[in-house]
Nanobody, 124 residues
């Protein structure tokens, strides 16, 4: 099993940046496909970004492509999400996810492990 702990959320003005981190413990992050989801109040949890287990493939939701960048530090077993040009509609709780497979699934139910979430609030 792997435990995931997110950090880095906060309050930022529109146009600003934040960097989220997700530290994996229990097993190396390279064992899993990993990524980020988010959930806004009253909405379902949605896919944001993913990186494959091999690290060779990344994927982004259309709403964040070109603004967000996913990366990982294998040595530190940490997953990152660099968020630039933030918009009020990016406000949500952001969750780190992992799946024991080459690719993360964009459907929430098919991923295996979740962090507790970190709040991101973007003011207009």
């Amino acid at each position: 099993q792997v435990q995931l702990v997110e950090s880095g959320g906060g309050l930022v003005q529109a146009g600003g940046s934040l960097r989220l981190s997700c530290v994996a413990s229990g097993r190396t992050i390279m064992t899993y496909a990993t990524g980020w989801f988010r959930q806004a109040p009253g909405k379902e949890r949605e896919f944001v970004a993913a990186i494959s287990r091999s690290g060779t493939t990344t994927d982004y939701a259309d709403s964040v492509a070109g603004r967000f960048t996913i990366s990982r530090d294998n040595a530190k077993t940490t997953l990152f999400l660099q968020m630039n040009s933030l918009k009020p509609e990016d406000t949500a709780v952001y969750y780190c996810a992992a799946r024991n497979s080459e690719l993360l699934h964009q459907n929430v139910r098919f991923n295996d492990y979740w962090g507790q979430g970190t709040q991101v609030t973007v003011s207009s």
